[in-house]
């Protein structure tokens, strides 16, 4: 495999951060480029909150660049801008040329967007052709899911695939750093559950729809399986968990539930993708498991594996408990993943 | 009303400390006794960990008794135990003569012996006779819920009166003053969610079904409400949070759901008995609402009111969020309640 | 004594909140109007987050005013506003005419603006004369003490007067809401201590000495004790606990120190005003206590008692360890009793 | 260097699993048996509790042994035991001939047993010889200090000796891993700061002064630096914040400290030995360092360095912020250094 040239769009926050530390050792991708806005200009060093373990040193002397594709040398780019402007920029690199892989939710519901767990539509990459041909452009966008439907639809994939799926019924207790820094004041969520997180379940039930559907005739066809979410915030510091009610197509039982979380590996796994961890799914059989602050970092490689555990199964209501890194396999990390996939397939070339 | 005179049992516990907060200025039940385990012969204020407000000076003074019905004098007593002591101490208060109103978990699904949640199932007191009969006692076990309990069978009542029930999906995050003290250690919920209490889940879903349950010819039969519950525990201090999902017999709408639930009173209210609040629920509009840090103590007798909020409806599936007291309503306050009712009806005479 | 009509500016923070909570029943003091900034016009009730308990009726339909002394009617005024918009405020009012008693600390270290705590320099209320005659105001300014400080200087002020003192160490360890809100971010406190407050040491380093000081010819003499502060960030919500040692200046014993502080009353209590708690310092003599969470609403007034612990004497070396709430005694609290002795002495006719 | 085989006495606890994962890769010392006492003849991993990350696949399998000489096959051993087994057990082992490396306070402050801290006092491994002559043991027993102690005494260690010492005022803020599993109850200590740890104040005022102190003619003469402490608990995880005032012997300047505590190496340094850091402290120069979550893992050996910062000097004041790992560089990773030592003396053959 050739190596590529990235530069990382808004990469002074805390998602930008996971991606430096992910792509210290990549053995495709080389960081050419990190933008900031009221950064440009400093060192990256000097750009970033002095929390996170310190930038390697040829990351941390690099000049942040403004958000313009003028600027930009790379053969690709990440985006983990805010909305507001992902929505302005990301289309502004596309038409330069640049093929976008966004963890901003700005146009994941595009029609001609694909929306990418590798391990479950890698054939949404499809869309890039319609997309190119409707929009003119040269470049084109890929987004990758809400950290929060990532670790719910991972371990809904071997189920809807063997079981079918009818309805899944969700609940979320989601760490801070999912709303970013500052994000949530202490002042808030000390000793405290906050049941809302603002446009959360929305996302989660569409997103869901979308990444399960079908292809066909240059669009998705939604999947049909009816979400309810509901989305709450705890004081934890990093990892999403859910507590999952999925009603399946037909009866199981949990060993066979089990068996097809635990035996689940999909396209990343075969091809060995360098981000890809050996067993996405990790199946605990303990009874208090996975808990948020001792399982975040589970996976071969860290923080890429969703932990499933408490797996009840009474006839067709399948209940487990699943955790996952909402800033690596739920961000930095599941896009990386997903530009593996497309750098595989021909697409960064 | 005349006054009773109450003993405690296992006064000397956090949910004792809670029933010697409540009957200080109690119109009916003064406190005539206190008994304990390890700290048999020593005053209360020195049987009890120091972290609660002190105790009234006239309780401070009081010496603790052995558990046992030929130390006590009372015209009934509450019961705080432990499980194990529960199952073996209760009975001999009963079989001695004592009406016992129990927040312990030991005889809550015997059939002869009433689970009350006094707006709910009132009537269920009816089992007493049949209990005293069965059992050659001349005085009787009334049981009250377990806290996770109370928080999701209140707010269903009226939707259950309504608009029918068929299922109930229900995750919770509990409170770690639920576990008791020492209880929960802080290194294992310190940042972090544990998704698993021993035994919780099942005594969610048959309490409720007994609660909701019909008397007839002398048993009760279980209401067929299906209920699925993942009970979590989560860094907050006092105080259950429950994401409810109810399947209604009919379609509703998010107005009609709300309306049942702020217009419902029971006969707790219409008898105006002096620990029921004014509203057993209250509903919160706010989209973030409600917290269990900030509704905790919600009602017109604080603990009393179980919040509710984020009704969202799509037709027979009404979402919500409750939040109640796991010491007040969910044991001490909901216990006094129904010992008020037995009172009025003349039971404790 | 008759009755005043205060405003509050800055009235919709963290501390306004405490203010009308405190003034809710006041004997002597109505709320007349409001302020804030980007809420003016609004009613006072949405112009707050919803978390605090709700505003008295009364209050919560008041119109929020804009900052400015034309637009409100009032006998004097509290101000809680942040730094900048106090120092420029606070002179406009004082111009105007009103008596202007602030917790904010723009003003406090000025020559003749008194920074009082009631039970130790109300003399020093001497300065207004000083400052009306210095500046020309019809009205005045007078201010109380950073939070932190007022948690270290109540119990040194006994040791100070009967023992001498001649330095001072301190290490604090302080709550979230003394940065107010949003404050400190979730993700910067939990699980976490930052040793850091900007510009707090300096303050509680000068700001007990200028209150120890001696009113002189119109002019503060400072205390000559010499303070070494440490000011540290904890992930807990109200109250300030602080770690101090006193080096007296003639040795004493434990007991003659606990005498001390145990039997300190001061003016306030003799002129039995209002807010003043009935003993300002509460001595603990459990081991473990005081407790940030458990004796921060300590004091016969809620909050208006410093809970002092832990007192172990060497010879000239008194370590204790104080609590004070920061948001009662150390800001709201504090400055409605310094206005009391003010109405007590005819300040405010 | 030869391979040292070696055992280690109560390895299920919280510590023992630090020395194992510390053990794992070390090139002079091999796991040859781990005791423990209830859950002797267990498989290794069945005893200790789930939440760690599992142990190495050949230590997992191990047969948790008595806690019995007679049963362990090692050079030396490692001891870990709560206080009265260590006191019971440690003598035992010496009789038998072990080598015995313990981080129990059991027999720290015993004249002829060594404590050692190895940058400051690798000397005062000649008591051993006086130790072995006055209890007729074949082996020797060599203490690590308190986990609090590590934390003030390597920082202090480099001014004593430039600059002289003449008393420490030290106040901690320790985290709740110190107090073990399951240690301190989550209700204790959510939102709250707990102002005392038993028997820690002495802890560090005694054992500071013999670590400093000189060996002559086979005892330690202690140090005579006055020491203040006092010990809190806060809401954190893992690692110890100290904030310390040393008063020095002569006057210093901020630059002079800061060069002292940063060019500051020893003998484990300049042998190189394993566990070692390359640097014992690390000066951080952020106005807001060291925090407690941020910085517990630093050091080339992860948790083996002690963070320094907010380093303010006034003459002979010298206040800093110090931040060490409680269960590392104050427990395992301290005592491994400690036998490393050992070893290069020749101490283990």
Not at 319 to 328: G, T
């Amino acid at each position: 495999m050739r190596r590529y040239k990235v530069a990382i769009l808004g990469a002074t926050g805390m998602v930008g951060q996971h991606y430096i530390k992910m792509l210290k050792d990549h053995p495709w991708f080389k960081i050419s480029g990190l933008t900031g806005k009221e950064s440009v200009g400093k060192k990256y060093v000097e750009a970033v909150r002095g929390e996170a373990p310190p930038p390697p040193p040829d990351i941390a002397d690099m000049e942040v660049l403004p958000n313009d594709p003028k600027h930009v040398d790379a053969d690709f780019v990440f985006s983990c801008l805010p909305t507001e402007p992902a929505r302005e920029s990301e289309p502004l690199f596309a038409q330069a040329g640049f093929p976008v892989f966004s963890d901003a939710s700005a146009y994941r519901m595009e029609p001609d967007i694909p929306l990418i767990v590798p391990e479950i539509n890698p054939d949404h990459l499809g869309l890039i052709e319609v997309q190119r041909k409707n929009r003119g452009w040269d470049g084109y966008i890929v987004t990758t899911p809400n950290c929060t439907t990532v670790g719910l639809v991972l371990p809904l994939h071997p189920l809807w695939k063997a079981l079918g799926l009818n309805r899944v019924v969700v609940t979320t207790m989601q760490a801070v750093s999912g709303a970013g820094y500052p994000g949530v004041a202490s002042l808030s969520i000390l000793g405290n559950v906050i049941p809302y997180i603002s446009g959360e379940e929305h996302k989660v039930e569409t997103e869901t729809r979308k990444i399960l559907g079908r292809l066909e005739n240059g669009a998705i066809r939604y999947d049909k399986t009816y979400v309810l979410a509901t989305c709450t915030r705890v004081p934890t510091l990093d990892g999403h968990m859910e507590s999952i009610l999925a009603e399946t197509g037909r009866p199981a039982t949990a060993e066979e539930v089990v068996n097809l979380l635990e035996e689940y590996v999909s396209l990343p796994q075969e091809l060995n993708l360098p981000t890809a961890p050996r067993r996405p799914i990790l199946v605990r059989r303990e009874p208090d498991r996975p808990q948020t602050r001792i399982d975040v970092d589970a996976g071969s490689i860290q923080g890429m594996a969703v932990s499933v555990g408490r797996i009840r199964v009474d006839g067709n209501n399948v209940r487990m408990i699943s955790l996952s890194h909402n800033l690596i396999r739920g961000a930095a990390g599941g896009t990386i993943l997903t530009a593996e996939l497309a750098a595989y397939q021909g697409l960064l070339d």
